[in-house]
């Protein structure tokens, strides 16, 4: 083989190279945009299938919010007894059975709603235990207590619910 003969040679493959590394480009590409366009529709599915689940935790999340906050609990738990201490175990023992069975919501939600929620619990139960502290004598004197207390301030519970409604805000 001569010179010419390898140049003509290189000058018939050179366009099948080009074209051949085109072709593959370009379905390398369309491959890419497929697999995009699966995942896309695939995740539009299952977005459609959990939205709903979504929107359940958070309903639920947001009903346990509502129900620790100090004045309507308070007001839905009455003492049992006249000792302070035992209406304070029971009101902490409220919102502790109330948290444990809304634990699995947890799954559908972000972590930081998570620990936004768990922070007004705990600090919901820091309040009663403040207020137990205080001078009253009984279940009904800390009653009172913890219903003043309530009314001066924004509980925990109404931070962690604006921070749940601009999160399923976010949803949409």
């Known amino acids: 083989m001569t ?4 140049l003509q040679l290189f ?53 346990f919010l509502e129900r620790i906050s100090l004045t309507n609990l308070v007001v839905r738990v009455a003492p049992k007894s006249p000792e ?33 929620i768990k922070a ?4 919901t139960i820091q309040a009663i235990r403040k207020s137990a502290m205080s001078q009253s004598e009984s279940a009904d004197k800390l009653r009172e207590d913890l219903l003043s207390d309530t009314m001066d301030k924004l509980s925990p519970s109404a931070t962690a619910l604006s921070f749940v409604k601009k999160e399923i805000g976010e949803l949409w």
């Open 120 to 123: 007004a619990k705990n600090a």
């Open 11 to 63: 000058a018939y493959l050179l366009p099948a190279v080009v074209t051949g590394a085109v072709a593959f480009y370009f379905f390398r590409l369309h491959t890419r945009n497929e697999e995009g366009r699966r995942r896309f529709l695939l995740h539009k599915n299952s977005q459609k299938n959990t939205l709903p689940i979504r929107l359940q935790a958070y309903e639920r999340m947001a009903l």
């Open 84 to 116: 302070k201490i035992d209406y304070e175990n029971l009101l902490i023992r409220t919102i502790e059975n109330e948290f444990e069975h809304n634990l699995s919501q947890q799954i559908y939600m972000t972590d930081e709603c998570w620990n936004v």
């Open 3 to 6: 010179g010419d003969d390898i």
